[in-house]
């Protein structure tokens, strides 16, 4: 094994999280930081010859390779776990910028409660409305104090969108539920596609409140405060799964990389896939020495450093800390040790598949062009007579039909999947068919988390992760009800028939929901019921943070990428102010 | 491109020059005009015009031999067919698709998670099974076994019986994929799936049409990733 040069920092992925504290420490600090990224280098230049929805979106070039790395799932922990053989229910990224170069880039915050989430239901409905084997903890940090890092997370990303509740005044357009917003978005919202404004119209015709998706497709040409310029979105129609051929959609390697690349200070290394991180013992006083990878050419390199930043992705981060023996693993049996607890994965589904008479032109759009609303979502209802806890988004969006993707969902009563009526029918109701997504809150229990599987490897012959993930009866219920409320507002829209979501069962592997997987290191106020404190830094090292979705206690309905950059913002702040001057324990 | 390292122990498959060399021979006619590959690998796209009604193409083929070729073009044909409606898997050469995919890397496996044990286990934990998409195919033809010779009625009745196997699955995906991929691939030949849908392939700029069409039909001319991007884009079925 070669052992580099040391290294004041070391980040483990080029991702969002793991880009942006490049950026923030590169830039403010004369810390030497290296990043070991796993996949290739990307550049938005390239991505017009990826419109090829087979490559991209159904061989899923983009993605991490299964055939190298992928995890095993089982339902219940009496279970046997099997391989994910190819990735399906979510698809986690690859290469520099990661997930964030493909995804559709819709920010909404989470609600101001969500971080509560313990304190404020026991208050309102007592402890015994949540859930017997529930795993339900408050962050340990507010929606408040998160409130200034959001904001900057807006003008990084140039985000469009109309506000609702600016400084405490509600405004008309905006979501009304949500938290106080000190400004008003950068950019004004994106133009709608049909589908969209349709469903704007008939959830208003309801009473609802539907708002603009708060869109990282930004409206109109924008520069934020790095001096970083990006076009406005040609709603095109390729964001989930491709890179935006012009740049438009806020990706790490537009809006982070081009002022990393400046930096002397700051190194991306490609093709480098971290094993182990180093550490000087078990015990509660531990320290980090750095991470041994294999490089592009196949060495096995140590690379020491002062301070480690795990930002590989939710599963990865967990991973990684258990194959390093940091930290204790958690014990379903006893409820003891906290790494792999509360995994979560936001409740997705389409709602209503509704059928309509006249077309909706929906290649045209974009991953964020749509309208939202929060009328079912979090406890902004009475659930006193429900038979649930929280609930979720409806979302209309128009992300840019592809037809490989799209082609064949007919209304119910077609009754064929092939052959000359089924391809009657798909024909015409292809441009015809728009779909009102949930996504939804997925509460944490004891019996959803993460080891170590004892049978299947990686490439390199290290265990897979292990997932041990189901559904339980608060999910079930959530589903029925927002699937109603769905099937109602597609009837207003003027569909002529409906497929409406069968319901939740299983955990289903094969159907996408969305590649919001949360937990395993999450953050929290003690060092029993959580692996790293509010500024990811871990409890038994700390000179090791943890950044990304892996932070999160529970899973909101909102999509998580905000919140994630929210908290890397806070933890880049205390690490430059802070922690360089006098490294130990923020908290 | 995925960022591949060697996979020091992944099997190769015998190259397309050290096996037989078969061929389907189609009518220009049937085809909605497609990009025809010489044994050099040189492309040029044939049109069903008048001067090429009557000619017969002789399409090198990667990995079926000529009688599963056919065998598989006469199923494609039956799941997604050609009629009234419009055209099918015949004129958007579904076949050419599917032989590309399978001689490639998704034929193979190489994205697939493929070590053992393998284990059944209930559907919504994917296909856990051992077989690749080319071995499934292989073995799934054996029951399909003078399919092309069958009228359309029986035709359909030995579909019916399996329906429910992971071949038919195959099958009606890799239909679906060959009616509506890029023509780089093979299939949506002259893009006749597109225009049946009304899709128009990746189009650059949506800015002033998208609140535009309320309720109305847009329908630009489609064009394909090689027209649009003025050059050769390369397919992950030729991935090396």
């Known amino acids: 094994m070669k052992t580099l040069r040391k290294a004041d920092v070391v980040i483990v992925g080029g991702g969002w999280t793991g880009l942006l504290m490049a950026k923030e420490l590169g830039t403010r600090t004369a810390l030497s930081i290296v990043v070991l990224e796993r996949g290739v280098p990307r550049s938005t230049e390239k991505y017009a010859d990826d419109m090829d929805e087979l490559d991209y979106a159904i061989r899923l070039r983009m993605m991490q390779d299964a055939a190298q790395e992928t995890v095993t799932l089982r339902h219940d922990a009496r279970g046997r776990a099997l391989p994910l053989r190819r990735y399906a229910s979510f698809l986690p990224g690859s290469g520099v910028g990661g997930a964030g170069e493909h995804w559709n880039g819709q920010c909404p915050r989470n609600l101001p409660d969500f971080f509560e989430l313990f304190s404020r239901t026991k208050e309102k409905y007592g402890a015994n409305r949540l859930p017997e084997d529930h795993a339900v903890q408050d962050w340990g940090i507010t929606y408040d104090e998160l409130e200034p890092y959001y904001t900057r997370m807006d003008r990084l990303l140039g985000l469009s969108g109309k506000a609702g509740n600016l400084r405490g005044q509600k405004v008309e357009g905006g979501n009304p539920f949500e938290g106080r917003r000190s400004e008003e978005y950068p950019t004004p919202p994106t133009k709608q596609p049909y589908f969209s404004a349709m469903f704007r119209d008939a959830a208003k015709s309801l009473g609802y409140h539907p708002y603009p998706v708060p869109a990282a497709t930004t409206s109109q040409a924008y520069t934020n405060p790095d001096g970083i310029s990006r076009p406005a979105c040609v709603y095109c129609g390729y964001c989930e799964r491709f890179g935006c051929m012009i740049g438009a959609k806020a990706q790490p390697t537009n809006v982070l990389l081009p002022v990393i690349e400046k930096k002397k200070n700051v190194a991306i290394r490609k093709g480098a896939w971290v094993r182990r991180i180093a550490h000087d013992g078990a015990g509660r006083e531990s320290r980090v020495l750095g991470v041994t990878y294999i490089d592009a050419a196949g060495n096995e390199i140590f690379q020491p450093a002062e301070i480690v930043f795990l930002a590989s992705w939710t599963l990865n981060n967990t991973r990684l800390l258990l194959l390093s023996g940091i930290g204790e693993p958690y014990d379903p049996g006893t409820g003891k040790g906290a790494l792999g607890r509360n995994l979560t994965h936001q409740v997705s589904f389409a709602a209503a598949t509704a059928f309509f008479e006249k077309p909706l032109n929906r290649f045209m759009g974009s991953g964020a062009s749509g309208m939202l609303m929060s009328d079912f979502d979090g406890d902004n209802f009475d659930h006193s007579q429900l038979g649930f806890l929280r609930g979720g988004l409806l979302e209309a969006r128009n992300t840019g039909a592809h037809p490989i993707g799209e082609f064949g969902e007919v209304p119910q009563r077609v009754g064929a999947r092939w052959g000359s009526r089924w391809k009657k029918a798909a024909v015409e109701y292809f441009d015809r068919t728009g779909r009102i997504v949930v996504s939804g809150e997925h509460l944490a229990y004891k019996g959803n988390y993460m080891d170590l599987d004892p049978t299947y490897k990686d490439r390199h012959g290290d265990a897979l992760l292990r997932l041990t993930l189901n559904w339980r009866e608060n999910e079930r219920k959530m589903a029925e009800f927002l699937t109603k409320k769905a099937v109602e507002i597609a009837r207003a829209m003027g569909a002529t028939e409906v497929n409406a979501f069968p319901g939740l069962r299983n955990y289903d592997a094969r159907r996408y929901q969305s590649t919001h997987v949360q937990g395993g290191t999450i953050l929290g106020s003690s060092p029993e019921s959580s692996v790293v404190n509010t500024y990811g830094q871990h409890w038994q090292a700390a000179n090791l943070f943890v950044l990304g979705a892996s932070l999160f206690p529970t899973a909101g309905g909102a999509n998580p990428t905000p919140t994630i950059l929210a908290l890397t913002y806070r933890t880049a702040d205390a690490v430059a102010e802070s922690y360089v001057k006098r490294p130990g324990p923020l908290l | ?240």
């Open chain 2, 1 to 240: 491109m995925r960022g591949k390292m060697a996979w020091e122990n992944r099997v190769l498959v015998p190259s397309a020059a050290m096996r037989r060399r078969h061929f389907l021979t189609l009518s220009c006619a049937t085809l909605g005009g497609v990009l025809v590959y010489s044994l050099d690998r040189k492309v040029s796209l044939l049109r069903p015009d008048e001067k090429n009604k009557d000619k017969m193409l002789r399409i090198p083929l990667r990995f079926f031999d000529e009688a599963e070729s056919l065998l598989v073009a006469a199923a494609v044909s039956r799941i997604f067919p050609s009629d009234d409606g419009g055209p099918g898997a015949k004129e958007a050469g579904v076949i050419i698709y599917i032989d590309r995919q399978l001689a490639g890397p998704y034929g193979s496996d190489r994205y697939r998670y493929t070590q053992s044990p393998f284990e059944d286990a209930p559907p919504e934990f994917g296909y856990q099974g051992k077989a690749t998409p080319r071995e499934i195919y292989r073995e799934g033809l054996k029951a399909l076994r003078g399919f092309d010779h069958l009228s359309a009625d029986d035709q359909d009745a030995a579909l019916e019986k399996i329906e429910t196997s992971v071949f038919f699955s195959l099958l009606r995906q890799h239909t679906i994929e060959g009616m509506f991929c890029d023509p780089i691939h093979g299939g949506n030949a002259d893009m006749v799936g597109w225009q049946l849908i009304g899709f128009p392939g990746p189009r650059l700029n949506n800015y002033d049409e998208i609140e535009k069409y309320y309720g109305q039909v847009f329908r630009p001319k489609p064009a394909s990733l090689r027209e649009v991007s003025g050059h050769s884009v390369e397919a992950g079925e030729d991935e090396k």
